[in-house]
């Protein structure tokens, strides 16, 4: 039936991506699957469903091969990893190499050669993928730093495509790109694309600096000019122009206001401030348990505040939530033990028989309860070391249907770049960040409605479905 039609059939629109838009869920009744929460999903749900898109994807579990399948109106087609591949090509060259690369070098990354060789098999498979189902003259849309050697092995078995790629986190200064021993390669296989996608300008123009500089691409500004070589006597080598630039990502604005409105999450909010013992202030983080994430430089100034006395516990709770999050990569591990010692440590020194300093989650939870906390927060931190955009702090603002609570928010998260009134700062400079909280936490109720307001404008107009539809425009524009 459904799976069968799927089998040969050919899709003018397709999404590359290393996980698929699907959850596996445990029923009663066997397994099944479920939307995962991302925006991206949500963006392009409605384009998938216009154009007679499908999805290309990794499920989640090593060494399954899985059949191609239908869910919610979009066509998914899995790609398998073996056990070994998810230790290499994911765990490893994704992300304990490019991961710390592309996050200025916070964490050390480690170049092991057997890691770039299944990095590269393993995008290959993704490659052929996409190939054998795309249509002549289709779309296919690559995301992503998992998948950067994509967009050239594409156009080599498919030059009839329109072939575009979107970068989600940054991309690093040249001096830094320049430690990969790939990189040449890496920068080829990007190349391979029509559009580059990038979360900054910044971010942009590195990728464009880097291409320049090795892997030999000439032109001005965001326009790069490249030579393919020759491949199979099927096309000589010819010119063609690929564009680096900026498109930031958002979130579903609208669904998270709604349900910042329904009356069952505003009760929840009004719960989790009564379980937490009413205090004066909540404030929140909300995080993949990450280390580029400044979740111990959040926690230190947090502490500084309570041992100067500038916080006291019962009328200030810290409530960070970390979602479990690539748990067999080392760096992860030691992050863990680090910060849930921290976490430990505060709560011994500063909690009372009624109230805690942290409550400390280390979970997921579904959107519903997101926005819950979002509304329970009067102070939100986001304080990443280096975040491509951070979608929490869009969240949090989307949720603020009101105008109360005030926003702390890193310069290094590309999400600084549009919540201009966010209280910014500088998460290494714990002097800065304790006074930014002491601000937040006593911001006068009208200059917070002012800022809100502002910011909330801002992610009504540049929502992420204006997000996939310019990027989508831009590339049709620049397609020859
Ligand atoms: C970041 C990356 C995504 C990735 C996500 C979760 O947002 O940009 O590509 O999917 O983290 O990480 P995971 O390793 O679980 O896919």
Redesign the pocket.
């Known amino acids: 039936e459904a799976a069968d039609e799927a089998q040969g059939e050919l899709y003018d629109f397709l999404v590359v991506s290393?996980?698929l838009p699907v959850d596996r869920v445990e029923e009663a009744s066997g397994s099944g699957w479920r939307r995962s929460p991302g925006g991206l999903v949500t963006a392009l749900a409605p384009v998938m469903e216009k154009s007679d898109g499908a999805w290309v994807g990794w499920h989640g579990a090593p060494d399954e091969v899985l059949e191609p399948f239908e869910h919610e109106g979009i066509t998914i087609l899995p790609v398998p990893l073996t056990a070994q591949e998810v230790e290499n090509y994911y765990e490893g060259f994704s992300?304990a190499t490019l991961w710390p690369l592309y996050h200025d070098v916070i964490a050390p990354p480690e170049f092991h050669r057997a890691w770039w060789d299944s990095y590269q098999r393993v995008n290959q498979r993704f490659a052929d993928a996409a190939a054998e189902r795309a249509a002549e003259g289709a779309t296919v849309w690559v995301q992503?730093y998992?998948l950067q050697l994509v967009p050239a092995m594409l156009r080599r078995l498919r030059p009839d495509l329109k072939i575009g790629f979107f970068n989600?986190?940054p991309f690093p200064p040249q001096e830094i790109f320049a430690q990969l021993p790939w990189r040449r390669q890496v920068l080829e296989g990007l190349l391979g694309a029509d559009l580059l996608g990038f979360q900054r300008p910044n971010d942009a123009a590195n990728f464009a600096r880097a291409a320049r500089r090795y892997a030999r691409a000439a032109g001005k500004g965001s326009r790069l000019v490249v030579t393919d070589p020759a491949h199979d006597g099927e096309w000589s080598p010819r010119e063609r122009t690929v564009r680096a630039e900026a498109f930031p990502i958002s979130i579903d604005t609208a669904r998270i206001s709604e349900l910042a409105e329904r009356p069952e999450i505003i009760e929840r909010a009004r719960q989790i401030r009564h379980d937490l013992g009413d205090p004066t202030t909540i404030m929140l983080g909300v995080d993949?348990l990450d280390y580029t994430k400044g979740i111990r430089h959040r926690l230190k100034a947090f502490e500084e505040l309570l041992t100067d006395g500038r916080a006291r516990v019962g009328d200030v709770t810290l409530i960070q939530v970390a979602s479990p999050?690539?748990e067999r990569v080392e760096q992860y591990r030691i992050l863990r033990e680090e910060i849930e010692g921290t976490v430990g440590r505060i709560n011994g020194t500063f909690d009372t028989m009624q109230h805690t300093a942290v409550r400390y989650l280390h979970h997921s939870y579904p959107v519903e309860e997101m926005v819950a906390l979002y509304l329970a927060a009067d102070v939100m931190l986001v304080t990443a070391l280096r975040d491509?955009m951070n979608l929490v702090a869009k969240e949090y603002v989307a949720a603020r249907r009101d105008g109360t609570g005030a926003l702390v928010l890193s310069e290094f998260a590309g999400a600084a770049d549009q919540l201009k009134q966010a209280l910014l700062v500088n998460p290494h400079d714990i002097a800065g960040l304790k006074d930014a909280i002491t601000t937040a936490i006593s911001l006068p109720r009208g200059v917070a409605a002012r800022r809100m307001k502002a910011m909330r404008r801002q992610i009504v107009v540049h929502n992420v479905e204006e997000w996939s539809a310019s990027f989508l425009a831009r590339l049709k524009e620049v397609c020859p």
Do not use: E, V
């Open positions: 290393n996980r992300n992503d998992q989600h986190i993949r999050s690539r491509g």
